[in-house]
């Protein structure tokens, strides 16, 4: 593990207005519909890249990293099954969306991509990466949901009772409709941000008519709450033996990583990047101070330096700054 290497502010395009989401597809992969959202690159010389949102997020998330990235990164953005429009799952687990991510890079075929994985879609990129290292070139985790195990250190923590039940998923839908959209959406901002004051209206009157989708979706509680049980299912796992232990599975990376943790993160411990660097062999660690959990939100432009900062150590270019 080393610190990280920051591309220089000049690398990045100016600040501008806020660019509304990507433009979307639909595919279909496996049988089922996954939606899509592009930031196609804007030079001859943009390379692959995928972006994976986290529990409860959708392809919206990374709007502005790709955007910011599209000189380099020729982007592709995917909605989860269950999650954003793309159709449910049987199954939620890490192991099963690992399953659908690899079957779509499969699919797409654009050769090894720039993976960047936040939260849950942290932890499945590492499963990824891991696995099939032919589909990888570099790795970029943002709050990854790698396991702890303190409840306490994570704002899930009420709803880790309900998992115990056997329709757990009608409880929290109960709790959802007791909530208005607003609400629900002002709540959500505060989980993930560190500084709410950093959500631009327009961005905050794109997550409220997110969650207003969820509201007419009649999967959406079994497709959260399924995967908040496999979820705290891999934390389990990855302390006892056997190969699909997420701590193993880290340590059989071998691409070039870059961890980033928020440290007013209420969503993942914040000390699990630090964990996340050390367990991976070729790995750089940047965390940031006052940022909470959707750092790709909050502080686009740090994100997209330290991407970038990746990709020119990885070209051989001399760094800018490491910290």
């Known amino acids: 593990m080393k610190g990280a290497q920051l591309a220089a502010d000049e690398a990045l395009p100016p600040d501008g207005a806020v660019p509304p989401p990507w433009p979307a597809r639909k595919i279909q992969v496996g049988g089922a519909m996954l939606h899509v959202r592009d930031t196609p690159g804007t030079a001859p010389s943009a390379e692959p890249a995928v972006y994976v949102h986290g529990l409860g997020g959708s392809s919206q998330n990374w709007t502005d990293v790709a ?6 990164l020729d982007g592709q953005a995917v909605d989860l099954p269950g999650f954003g429009y793309s159709d449910p799952t049987r199954r939620y687990s890490v192991p099963a969306f690992a399953a659908g991510l690899i079957a779509y890079l499969e699919y797409a075929d654009r050769g090894p991509v720039h993976l960047v994985g936040n ?63 607003e609400e629900v959406a002002d709540q959500v901002i505060r989980a993930c941000f560190g500084d709410t004051a950093k ?20 999967h959406y509680p079994k497709a959260y709450m399924g995967t908040l049980r496999g979820l705290v299912s891999s934390f389990l796992r990855a302390y006892l033996p056997g190969a699909n232990s997420q701590w193993r599975l880290a340590a059989r990376v ?7 943790g928020g440290m ?24 940031l101070p006052g940022v909470g959990h959707v750092a790709q939100m909050e502080v686009p432009r740090l994100v997209a330096r330290g991407i970038l900062g990746l990709l020119d150590e990885v070209r051989g270019k001399a760094p800018t700054a490491t910290v």
């Open 67 to 72: 955007g910011l990235l599209a000189d380099r």
């Open 119 to 181: 939260s849950l879609g942290g932890s499945i990129a590492v499963r990824v990466a891991a696995l099939r290292p032919d589909l990888v070139r570099t790795l970029s985790l943002i709050s990854p949901a790698m396991p702890f195990l303190n409840p306490r250190r994570t704002a899930q923590g009420p709803l880790l009772p309900l998992l115990a039940l056997p329709r757990a998923d009608l409880v929290y839908a109960w709790g959802l409709g007791r909530m208005t959209v």
């Open 199 to 218: 959500v631009s209206d327009q961005r905050r009157a794109e997550a409220t008519e997110e969650i207003r989708l969820r509201y007419t979706v009649e």
């Open 254 to 260: 071998t691409v070039p990583t870059l961890v980033i």
């Open 264 to 287: 007013r993160d209420t969503l993942v411990d914040s000390r699990v990047p630090a964990q996340v660097a050390r367990a991976i062999p070729d790995s750089r660690l940047l965390l």
